[in-house]
């Protein structure tokens, strides 16, 4: 036998953290890192939060699990805080971003079959999307590398040009149901949606009867200084799937919707096992505390300002190495010139400063949302070393 016990899905390097503190993770061999990727948007109180950890600890001693069946205090209670600080009027718990994308697929299609439209099932997705790793999501996206292998797709998407509003009102048909996209790319690139594009689609959506679902999944939760990156540009979704830093690393993702758009979502029409446990409620409470109470979104807009600026300072030394600075709040990105990987392994294996390499040639700096001024000087302090001793890797 020659597989690992680990189906080798994943090209794993060398780092292999045990204990987190703050914003540093620390590897097996007693190495401290530098965290500016946070489990890919995931840690955002980073990785020794009391308030999170006390939660958890007290949830696992009350009560872990309970079916769906039974009534659920601890669900009510997340449901209504996100109902009342956002857009939507109601929430299905899951327990990843692909389930919440999912959901939000299913609550799309089943507006327009509930609604008497059964034909209208199309949803217009973007050009380097990306919703998930399950047939239905990686369907949504025209990302070539995750069909391979993976054939038939789910039909029902049709992909267009990002940012490009012309082409998705092309794109309208008798079939369509509604717009799925992210605000910002995260793995696409940190690629901002444009303010014009974002309110257009919202404009369609109204004048056509169609559906403008946001998949908020790494954007949301305060990663770009406000609760949901819609709110940036003046609009509200009908649907919106959130994940990743909800949980503030446990397990934990939703589907939000406005009454309207969830009309199709009655008694039997969707479902989880393990989605909505307690021990994830107590999870999701226990970081809408934090944002709540430390006053996160203001510092997160702060701090995402200061290391957007000392950025863009940084860059002009190496205009051989980067390009841009792209992104908002505490999602960045820096554009380079060529393949992000080889700089990223560089910081990473030479300098102990984690990044997250993304299309599009972009390296993402996803730090946790409760980085200080002290953690910014590290970073630049790493950064700039690396870049001063980087080789760039021969052309082939
Ligand atoms: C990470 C991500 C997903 C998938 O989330 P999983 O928890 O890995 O299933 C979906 N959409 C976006 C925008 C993401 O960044």
């Known amino acids: 036998m020659s597989i690992s016990p680990l189906m080798p899905v994943y090209p794993r390097c060398e780092v292999r953290p045990v204990r987190g503190e703050h914003c540093h993770l620390i590897s097996e061999d007693g190495t401290r890192y530098l965290d500016f990727a946070a489990g890919i948007a995931v840690n955002l109180l980073g990785h020794s ?6 939660a958890i600890q007290q949830q696992a001693a009350t009560l872990m699990h309970v079916s769906n069946l039974y009534g659920s205090p601890q669900q009510e209670r997340l449901a209504r805080r996100l109902v009342e600080s956002t857009f939507a009027d109601t929430v299905f718990f899951t327990n990843s971003g692909a389930e919440a994308v999912e959901a939000a ?24 999307a990306f919703h998930g790793r399950t047939m239905a999501t990686i369907s949504a996206s025209n990302q070539d590398k995750m069909h391979k292998g993976f054939v038939p797709l789910l039909p029902g998407f049709r992909y267009v040009e990002f940012d490009d509003l012309a082409a998705a009102e092309a794109a309208i048909g008798p079939q369509t149901a509604g717009f799925l996209v992210e605000p910002i790319q995260g793995e696409g690139g940190v ?33 770009t200084g406000t ?13 919106l799937a959130t994940a990743k830093g909800i949980g503030g690393g446990f397990p934990l993702g939703a589907c939000l919707a406005t009454e309207k758009a969830a009309r199709g979502m009655t008694f039997g029409a969707h479902g989880s096992t393990y989605g909505g446990n307690p021990l994830a409620m107590a999870a999701g409470n226990a970081v809408l505390d934090a944002i709540a109470d ?7 807009r ?7 600026s000392r950025l863009e300072q940084f860059i002009g030394n190496y205009p051989e190495l980067f390009e841009e600075v792209r992104g908002l709040g505490l999602m960045l990105g820096l554009r380079m010139k060529g393949e992000p990987r080889p700089f990223m392994q560089h910081l990473r294996d030479r300098h102990q ?20 001024e002290a953690e910014i000087d590290e970073f630049f302090e790493r950064l700039s070393a690396a870049a001063a001793d980087y080789r760039l890797p021969e052309p082939a």
């Open 49 to 54: 939060h009391l308030g999170l950890i006390g």
């Open 105 to 128: 697929i299913k609550t799309a299609r089943a507006y327009h079959q509930a609604g008497g439209d059964p034909q209208r099932f199309e949803l217009i997705t973007f050009d380097q």
């Open 191 to 223: 690629r901002v949606a444009s303010p014009a594009f974002l309110r257009g689609l919202r404009e369609l959506a109204d004048a056509h009867d169609l559906l403008l679902v946001l998949d908020e999944v790494q954007t949301g939760v305060a990663r």
């Open 227 to 239: 609760l949901y990156a819609y709110e940036h540009y003046g609009i509200e979704p009908d649907i």
């Open 294 to 300: 430390d006053d996160l979104l203001a510092e997160v």
């Open 302 to 308: 702060s701090n995402g300002e200061r290391l957007r």
């Open 353 to 372: 400063l984690l990044t997250v390499a993304a299309g599009d040639r972009t390296l993402r700096l996803l730090p946790p949302l409760v980085i200080g």
